[in-house]
């Protein structure tokens, strides 16, 4: 079927932007008089008159000869008594929140070539990914390969940690072809530059990783390092939503596959907008969301859970406590990590509560926490940082956190490393620290 084209009758002056702005929609017509308004033949979509040019009268003549078309006075002050039929539109907004939107775009478009440079004559880069990769670190990094013009032979997306397990980010990887690779520590000096992606240098802890020339993140800047580009943006729901906006100001083509990376990465990063999501992740989101393949989408996000998995959920679930509205539950040891961060996610639902933290020990190795809260009281970001900065790697937002503890480091600090003594340190650990907040916003 043949879209209708739009045809739009502006009478009197006007700005040649706006009217640059409405021939993208379709037939621009523009006119001086009312004679030659009404000389026109065929029908409007919309008429438009000039501030100046408008009078009651003028406007009663043109509704008359085009009955079936709205009027709008451009940049008019509303009358007491507006003719039928007749608005008034302050167009000067539009005109300057264009102009806003494209000088954003230039100055994100200069910063897109400094990041390029970062880069340029490197044969073998790479784009590095925190140990446990979730989707809106890998669409980033699927995203920064995209803009800096590179695939995956000279630009191997990788990470540090162990094969991924959760069942969401397996189904991304096998449905949409990303290749990430699982390195080790040693490997990485035989790339000749590397760019991190949703995570800082800090964040490897004691790891000793190469200089790194490329740090894009949305977390809070942690520690002092140096980077030849580098973008935190904290106030950012999504790391996918800042090279949403890199991919776009540079004028980059996305495909199917890489706009549906970056919905589902702002989608998970965000809770579909409701968590730390600002304007910028909602535009993001908004301009991929019809580029997408929603029904590949939703395949992914239905993964299939192995049903063992679930009988893991059901025993971490009879071991919670809830404490000045705090809900705690050991998950005890296990083999794949997201089982903890979903536990938390399902803690902060249950009434009353305004804190979620769940805990458990990954690989007999490091003591895993995943923190959760309502996003109306102290960020937990920061809170979890205050707690263990000095032990382990931890940060995160305002209403999601995480921290990894080595189980050497937590024996050191509590004496022992057993179940119930964690279990007794993290209770009140957070307890005080959430109740000292409370009196102290009263």
């Not at 043109?62 to 940049?75: D, G, R």
């Not at 390092?225 to 004028?251: C, H, V």
């Not at 382990?392 to 179940?419: E, P, Y």
């Amino acid at each position: 079927m043949t879209k209708e084209l739009k045809r739009y009758l502006f009478i009197g002056e006007f700005d040649s932007l706006l009217l640059g702005l409405f021939s993208k929609r379709g037939e621009v017509i523009w006119v001086s008089s009312l004679e030659e308004a009404v000389n026109q033949t065929g029908d409007f979509s919309l008429i438009i008159l000039e501030n100046n040019f408008f009078t009651p009268k003028r406007s009663q003549k043109i509704a008359k000869h085009y009955p079936q078309t709205p009027l709008i006075v451009s940049n008019g002050d509303e009358h007491d008594e507006p003719p039928p039929s007749v608005r008034f539109v302050a167009f000067h907004k539009l005109l300057s929140e264009q102009i806003e939107r494209e000088e954003r775009l230039a100055m994100t478009e200069l910063r897109v070539e400094e990041l390029r440079e970062a880069h340029a004559g490197a044969k073998k880069l790479l784009i590095l990914l925190h140990d446990h990769p979730d989707p809106d670190s890998i669409a980033s990094a699927l995203a920064l390969r995209t803009l800096l013009k590179r695939n995956k032979q000279t630009a191997i997306i990788g990470h540090l940690g162990e094969k991924i397990s959760r069942p969401e980010n397996v189904a991304m990887i096998e449905l949409l072809e990303i290749d990430l690779e699982a390195l080790s520590l040693s490997k990485l000096k035989d790339f000749d530059s590397i760019a991190l992606v949703d995570v800082q240098p800090p964040f490897f802890g004691g790891n000793e990783i190469p200089n790194v020339d490329t740090v894009i993140d949305h977390h809070p800047l942690v520690g002092s390092y140096e980077a030849k580009f580098k973008e935190i943006r904290a106030e950012e729901g999504a790391t996918s939503t800042i090279l949403t906006k890199y991919l776009r100001a540079a004028q980059v083509d996305i495909s199917e596959r890489l706009a549906t990376a970056l919905l589902y990465g702002i989608k998970t990063d965000t809770i579909t907008l409701n968590r730390d999501a600002n304007p910028d992740d909602v535009e993001a989101f908004t301009f991929l969301y019809p580029h997408a393949n929603l029904a590949l989408l939703r395949r992914i996000e239905r993964a299939e859970v192995p049903p063992s998995e679930m009988k893991s959920l059901g025993q971490a679930l009879a071991d919670h406590w809830i404490k000045d509205g705090i809900f705690f539950v050991n998950v005890g040891r296990v083999d794949r990590e997201y089982l903890i961060p979903k536990i938390s996610d399902f803690g902060i639902q249950v009434k009353g509560v305004e804190w979620s933290v769940a805990f458990g020990i990954l690989g007999n190795s490091h003591l895993i926490i995943s923190v959760r809260n309502v996003g109306y009281v102290k960020g937990a970001g920061r809170l979890v940082r205050e707690l263990f900065k000095e032990i382990g790697s931890a940060g995160g937002h305002r209403s999601a956190a995480k921290a990894v503890i080595s189980l050497a480091k937590v024996r050191k600090t509590i004496g022992k490393g057993s179940q119930d003594k964690i279990k007794k340190w993290l209770t009140d650990i957070f307890t005080k620290a959430v109740t000292e907040k409370a009196e102290e916003d009263n």
